[in-house]
């Protein structure tokens, strides 16, 4: 019995690859150059803004859709890529703005101060996001240390919400 191939060539054709290249690409936006968890999180922000302008439970439900798909398609990625957490992988970074946007107000400044504070978390990685970046491995891995960031950003986007919103409306 032969061991299998490992040729990442093979791994990156047919249909269940492109599937997941679109999907931990974030629909290529990770592509982009220069700065693709940037492109990403931006990619997300219309997609957050419809996704919250419905009932809280829907935008829950395709958050948690996102990020179950997003761990395949990131785990899929990374084994045809032979890499871990991938920079054209952004699909995380579409997690992270939709659950940092769930408690923004359905306006342009709260949804520059959540992209603002996500970026923040995601790119300094502050306890436990750099330990769960650097010790889940998969998809996993890679989804869920940007909802960590996500969650540290929920921090600054309350207390805009709660203090500076109210000064600025």
């Not at 959540?114 to 890679?142: E, Y």
Request: a negative charge; aromatic letters at 14%; charged letters at 10%.
């Amino acid at each position: 019995m032969s061991a299998p191939d490992t040729n990442t060539d093979d791994r990156q054709s047919g249909p269940l690859w492109h599937l997941a290249s679109i999907i931990a690409t974030f629909f290529y936006s990770g592509l982009l150059p220069k700065a693709p968890g940037t492109w990403g999180s931006l990619a997300a922000l219309p997609l957050a803004w419809f996704l919250w302008s419905g009932p809280w439970w829907l935008g829950v439900t395709l958050t948690v859709a996102v990020f179950l798909v997003g761990v395949w398609a990131a785990h899929h990625y990374c084994l045809a890529t032979g890499t871990h957490d991938n920079q054209k992988i952004v699909v995380d970074e579409a997690v992270g703005i939709f659950i940092v946007t769930a408690i923004a107000s359905p306006n342009f400044l709260s949804y520059l101060v959540s992209f603002l504070s996500f970026r923040l978390f995601d790119i300094t990685k502050p306890f436990p996001v750099r330990w769960l970046d650097k010790n889940i491995p998969g998809g996993l891995g890679v989804v869920v240390d940007d909802v960590a960031a996500a969650v540290w950003a929920l921090v600054p986007v309350a207390l805009f919400e709660r203090f500076a919103l109210p000064l600025l409306t």
